[in-house]
């Protein structure tokens, strides 16, 4: 909801109990909590809070946030867009910036690119690709990251794909659900064939989120929570917010979270 720049995600990585003379720290076993602001992401489990920072210190990071996205491996490889470098010599565009992949298991950071400006992150549910837009030499462009490789490779981008709406990739890994912007700055939410380039408008709205089954895409639109269908089909409102007696609410910021069971999200 409105109210600060704050990204949160919420990650099922495996079964473990909890004692019973403890409360709950989260309301599933042994889920992981990704959330973040300015200049830093924090992790939180049952066991504790880990407090990441970009992997070089820039300060301009102190003012720009593109939202980070984790796996749903157990290792839980994290993926984030941070600035790390100014360059004097450039008329323009004197800020750096590239891709940070975290590996929670090595506890270390790798970075990737060069480029003018970069965009939220979308990492595929098993780890293995980035999706992320970036502005290059005054160009918007779609980047893939293979993770295994280190390889970049442009995809597909469509006009309108819009930086700051997170990539979310099908489970088959052949399709990514996006947010396009129009001139009139609204949004709708839209599939993306990887291979051809086929962008399908499914509804208005931002932040899609693809279910872990590759059923459903759940997506904010004003005050509601949708899901449809990839194809666009049945489109429902999974949840609709309301006026409180001093608030305004409306969805804003981060996306839905879908439920491990794939039965509920946002």
Known sequence: MRNGCVAV???LLGATGVRADRVPTFSLPNALLLFGDYNQLRVVTARGEQVLHPAVDEGYNRGYFALPSISARQDGVI????AVGWDETRRHDKA?????LYSRAN???RTYGNFDRIGDAGISSDGT???F?????GRMTL???NVATGALTEGLYQ???WPRGTPSWSPDLTHLAVQVHRPDETSFVATLDLGTGELRAIGDGFFPRWSPDGRWIAFYSGRRCMVVHPDGSRSTIAMALKDGWFTYKEFDWGGPVWSPDRKNSC
């Open 143 to 145: 980047q893939i990251l």
């Open 133 to 137: 837009v970036v502005r290059e030499h």
């Open 79 to 82: 993926a984030w867009g941070f």
């Open 159 to 161: 006009p309108g794909m």
């Open 9 to 11: 995600a919420l990650v």
């Open 96 to 100: 750096r910036f590239a891709l940070g």
């Open 129 to 131: 690709k980035v999706a």
């Open 107 to 109: 506890q270390q950071w």
